[in-house]
């Protein structure tokens, strides 16, 4: 029996229940609050419902974000490397830098690529450690490649090379694709790197010579001979802490393996006589080669005399000259422990491009050297660089003291970063 409220009991009359009234009053009542009472079981039943629809829509939600999208379905992802040439002219070298899009990085363009060409997902191109990108060697500003290769997992998808270079410029290319091992790094893995240094052979006339007349210098001989000799002193492990920036002579990453560096004949071109050097080591800090050649022309000029050339390997500090980055090439990367270890399993292919050979020639002769030609005939920067170097001092020096680390040291410390 539904009890009366003491309001309820107040306005009722005394006759009104002998009259029966009353109780059908009570039903009354009674019959509203089941009413009521239905009302919000149905309420608590609509919202359980609404409660598991948003469930399921958030585990519908959940699950479309784990599994794969209809491209990865159709297309798994591989892990690949790249075979990469690209001409460095009007780019601020290979390694994106997030959060600076006005600086234009080969990297840049090729991830743009990848992401046009549907060989990864656009969130991908945002966070290159979705698909563990790795390149194997940095290179700095101006700086071309002929032999680069990154790593990476994309969608094997139809004509991959061909759909990733028709969204590249043409001073970028990609030569070759190969499968790899799922723990496959193309920098921790590679374990040497060959660059080449295109030049004009003016650089190693003598400091008297009159470099205006670039076209009517022709390299003796006997310079060559010492030319060459000079560059056999860097090879071995020796500390280079004087060949790069923010290195202290104690610090073991300065100290580095070189296994080859010697300059080839001359040669004409564009009326020019022009040579390459080449150089082969296990690993280069930044600016470490163009400081090596710099170095050596210093003294072929005479502006230093060769005992510097032991000096600057020592724990003395030494001012060593910077050579442009303009012919600097990065020519080829040598896998041969992983080719030992997984190129003969039945399952890997060996990390060799000769059948790419006459691709990457084709690369260089197309747009690395006529562009270092070009360029070196209409600005100089060979000569000009050659100007500032009365400025440098190779006499003084100073015991070398250990200098403040900074933050980030990431292009310093890095095996790859000429």
Not at 242 to 258: L, M, V, W
Not at 290 to 306: F, H, N, P, Q, S
Not at 354 to 371: L, M, N
Request: hydrophobic residues 35%; proline residues 4%.
């Amino acid at each position: 029996m539904l009890k009366t409220s003491p309001l309820i009991s107040a306005f009722v009359r005394p006759g009104l229940a002998r009259n029966g009234g009353f109780l059908t009053f009570l039903n009354k009542m009674s019959e509203i609050a089941k009413e009521q009472q239905t009302a919000q079981q149905l309420k608590r039943a609509n919202e359980d419902c609404e409660d598991c629809t948003e469930g399921l829509q958030a585990s519908k939600r959940v699950k479309a974000e784990t599994e794969p999208a209809d491209g990865d379905r159709k297309y798994p992802k591989k892990k690949v490397v790249l075979l990469l040439a690209y001409s460095g002219k009007g780019y601020y070298g290979m390694q994106r830098n997030p959060g600076n899009a006005q600086f234009k990085t080969i990297e840049g363009d090729l991830v743009t690529a990848l992401v046009k060409s549907g060989c990864i997902p656009e969130n991908h191109g945002e966070d290159t450690k979705k698909m563990a990108f790795q390149r194997c060697a940095r290179t700095d500003k101006g700086v071309s490649a002929a032999g680069q290769v990154v790593s990476l997992k994309l969608r094997l998808i139809d004509d991959t090379v061909h759909r990733i270079n028709e969204q590249l410029p043409s001073q970028i290319r990609v030569l070759g694709l190969k499968r790899v091992t799922q723990g496959f790094n193309s920098k921790n893995n590679c374990d040497a790197r060959t660059y080449t240094y295109m030049l004009p052979t003016v650089a190693f006339s003598p400091k008297d010579y009159d470099t205006r007349d670039v076209t009517g210098f022709r390299l003796e001989l006997e310079t060559l001979q010492r030319v060459n000799r000079l560059f056999a002193m860097y090879k071995g492990t020796h500390n280079f802490h004087n060949f790069t920036s923010q290195k202290a002579a104690n610090d073991p990453s300065a100290r580095r393996y070189i296994t080859e560096m010697c300059c080839g004949e001359p040669f004409i071109c564009s009326g020019t006589e022009f040579a390459v050097i080449m150089v082969r080591g296990q690993s280069f800090m930044l600016h470490q080669i163009r400081k090596m050649i710099g170095l050596v022309i210093a003294v072929i000029r005479g502006y230093a005399k060769e005992e510097v050339m032991e000096r600057s390997r020592g724990q003395e500090k030494v001012d060593v000259p910077k050579a442009p980055g303009l012919g600097l090439v990065l020519d080829k990367v040598h896998f041969d422990r992983y080719n030992k270890k997984f190129g003969g399993d039945g399952l890997h292919e060996r990390l060799e491009w000769d059948s790419e050979g006459e691709a990457i020639k084709a690369f260089k002769e197309a747009h690395i050297y006529p562009t270092i030609v070009e360029t070196e005939c209409q600005e100089g920067s060979m000569l000009s660089w050659m100007a500032s170097l009365p400025i440098h001092d190779f006499e003084a020096s100073t015991p070398d003291k250990p200098e403040k680390k900074e933050k980030d040291n990431a292009e310093i410390t890095g095996n790859d970063s000429d």
